[in-house]
């Protein structure tokens, strides 16, 4: 699905400043970037890192082949010159990733306004990756918190992952199915995803099979015959309730040839009223090991009315609503320039400045520092790395005073490459699946509801609060006095 090099994967904006910088003597500045959001996704309570071991590749394959550069060459300017000159395409030519590089662990929880990443390195390098690193993060972080939420509201019975069909093509199916295996699934029907990233696959028939036959009771027939070891059958095709007492029919028949049923599948009506039916027609028929999976446009908050309304239901298929991220386009990652150095010069910190003061960047070399106790999680702290310790009384960006002196804490930027050596090796997808699963039991209830009842405790190291505070009067008052 992809080249050897995805160099290009960026905005022509961020290669029309690569050549300014470089042209303006700026190329052996050395930038520090950082990638967060402000918001979580889907009113809830946290968010799942997911990506890490993409962008690690991306970064490894960094480099701009021949065809890219014969490309840019191509372009044009409003003038109909070249948009990029010869020098510094082949500049570009030579160009390989050599940034230092810090990130959450993949699987982590995380919220709002703290880095998930950090950029370090020759300025030109960090501007160029801005939209690569969002666009890998921001998706899959979005699918994997999707994922957590929808395992959440399933309590735990298995989710099965089933949107490849409807999913924003098939590198957006791709990423999908990773994000949501990690996110808590326990298997997707993505054949493609299985074989990349090992991913359990799951899978029967479809609607089109029961219709390929003359009736109902001999698509089952055939299929059991074609696939015994697999039969999980689809019974809403024409009656649900019939389609279970065929499927029970065929389930008898397999048990003489040595084999079980492995279940059925509703897929419309009235899910919660069928799967009480469903159930007694199976169990009075002496199959009560035999699953029901329900299907049908399901989400979290679906799941948890069916749960409600006492459904019985053992496994869930989620298809459109999660691959998609149905209510929530996007994540809203941003990254953003938090300080700058000229060569054998002082670090000078940077920040973007916004009417609405939440969406007022911070300057620094930042880290999070995460504090927990007894129950769990507390809350994290962000911090300037250049400045020796910190202080654990802080306000939070709601407002609210903590003081994490008592607690136990850790740092939770790693570093993942330095000067452009990869220093990190990425767990395997299985292991990262069930360091997510860790992460998120060890915050509090009260944080990972659907609704949350609490938001989770954020806010800035004090002197770094006061620095911020010092340099957006500053650069206001700059402004205003121009």
């Not at 899959?140 to 395992?151: D, E, G, I, P, Y």
């Not at 029907?189 to 479809?206: D, E, F, M, W």
Request: hydrophobic share 40%.
């Amino acid at each position: 699905m992809r080249s050897s090099s995805l160099a290009l994967l960026t905005d022509l904006y961020q290669l029309t400043m690569a050549q300014g910088y470089w042209k303006s003597g700026m190329a052996r500045y050395e930038g520090v970037f950082y990638l967060f959001f402000r918001q979580n996704p889907f009113k809830g309570g946290c968010t799942l890192a997911c990506g890490l071991e993409e962008v690690i590749r991306y970064l490894q394959e960094f480099r701009f082949e021949e065809s890219d550069l014969n490309y840019l060459a191509s372009l044009k300017g409003n003038d109909e010159e070249p948009l990029f000159g010869r020098d510094f395409l082949a500049y570009l030519k030579n160009l390989r990733f050599s940034c230092s590089l810090h990130a959450v662990p993949e699987g982590s929880v995380v919220f709002p306004h703290e880095p998930v990443l950090r950029v370090q390195g020759p300025l030109i390098q960090a501007q160029i990756l801005e939209t690569p690193l969002l666009n890998i993060l921001n998706f899959q972080s979005l699918v994997a918190t999707k994922a957590a939420r929808v395992c959440r509201a399933a309590r735990g019975r298995p989710v099965l992952e089933f949107g490849l069909r409807r999913a924003q093509g098939p590198n957006g199916g791709l990423s999908a199915s990773r994000a949501a295996y990690i996110g808590g699934c326990a298997a997707t029907s993505n054949l493609l995803a299985g074989k990349i990233y090992g991913i359990p696959v799951k899978g029967t028939h479809a609607h089109s099979w029961v219709m390929a036959f003359h009736d109902e009771l001999d698509a089952f027939i055939a299929y059991a015959e074609a696939m015994p070891n697999n039969c999980v059958f689809l019974v809403d095709t024409y009656n649900s309730l019939q389609g279970v007492k065929h499927a029970i029919e065929v389930g008898r028949r397999l048990r003489l040839r040595g084999f079980d049923m492995v279940g059925i599948r509703l897929d419309s009506g009235n899910l919660a009223g069928l799967s009480r039916q469903a159930r007694r027609l199976l169990d009075e028929a002496g199959f009560p090991q035999a699953k029901i999976v329900a299907s049908n446009d399901l989400d979290e908050y679906r799941i948890e009315a069916l749960h409600e309304a006492g459904a019985v239901i053992d496994i869930y298929g989620v298809g459109t609503r999660l691959a998609t991220a149905y209510e929530q386009p996007a994540l809203g990652g941003v990254y953003k320039l938090a300080a700058l150095r000229p060569p054998g010069g002082q670090w000078q910190y940077k920040m973007k400045l916004s009417e609405q003061p939440l969406k007022t960047s911070t300057p620094g070399i930042l880290q999070v520092r995460r504090f927990w106790g007894e129950n769990g999680y507390e809350g994290d702290l962000i911090y300037n790395e250049l400045w020796p310790g910190f202080q654990t009384h802080f306000s939070t960006f709601d407002g609210r005073s903590c003081n994490f002196a008592h607690l136990s804490s850790k740092d939770l930027l790693m570093p993942v490459f330095e000067h452009g050596k990869q220093v990190y090796m990425p767990i395997d997808i299985h292991h990262t699946r069930a360091f997510a699963s860790e992460q998120l039991a060890l915050l509090p209830d009260k944080y990972r509801q659907l609704r949350p009842a609490a938001v989770y405790a954020v806010g800035l190291e004090p002197r770094l609060k006061t620095l911020k505070e010092q340099l957006l009067a500053e650069v206001s008052a700059r402004e205003i006095n121009r």
